[in-house]
């Protein structure tokens, strides 16, 4: 079974990088056919999928956000990050991250970013 675990700060400033990352348990994120992706909740809004790295690194991005994001990895933690720049408050939800791969799909449980001076 796929686990992931997000980490990073729960409190960002207006104008600065955020910056997540997700570490990957019961599975390589080198592995074929897996996909990792960034999905964050704002405060009573849908799901918004950010982007996503592929097994073999290439990345695709949601065309509103492609401009501000980021997303790399690190194959010998088996995690993968997030960086989105120039945030604003807008920017504020809960930030997921999750795998498809397998046949199957796992969900971190999210952690909750602020944007605030």
């Known amino acids: 079974q796929v686990q992931l675990q997000e980490s990073g700060p729960g409190l960002v400033k207006p104008s600065q990088t955020l910056s997540l990352t997700c570490t990957v348990s019961?599975?390589?994120?080198?592995?074929?056919?897996?996909?990792w992706s960034w999905i964050r909740q704002p405060p009573g809004k849908g799901l918004e999928w950010m982007g996503t790295?592929?097994?073999?690194?290439?990345?695709n991005y949601s065309p509103s956000l492609k401009s501000r994001t980021s997303i790399s990895r690190d194959t010998s933690k088996n995690q993968f990050t997030l960086q989105l720049s120039s945030v604003t408050p807008e920017d504020t939800a809960v930030y997921y991250c999750?795998?498809?791969?397998?046949?199957?799909?796992?969900w971190g449980q999210g952690t909750q970013v602020t944007v605030s001076s």
């Open positions: 999750a795998t498809v791969g397998g046949g199957a799909g796992s």
């Open positions: 019961g599975a390589s994120i080198t592995t074929n056919y897996y996909y």
């Open positions: 790295i592929a097994y073999s690194g290439s990345t």
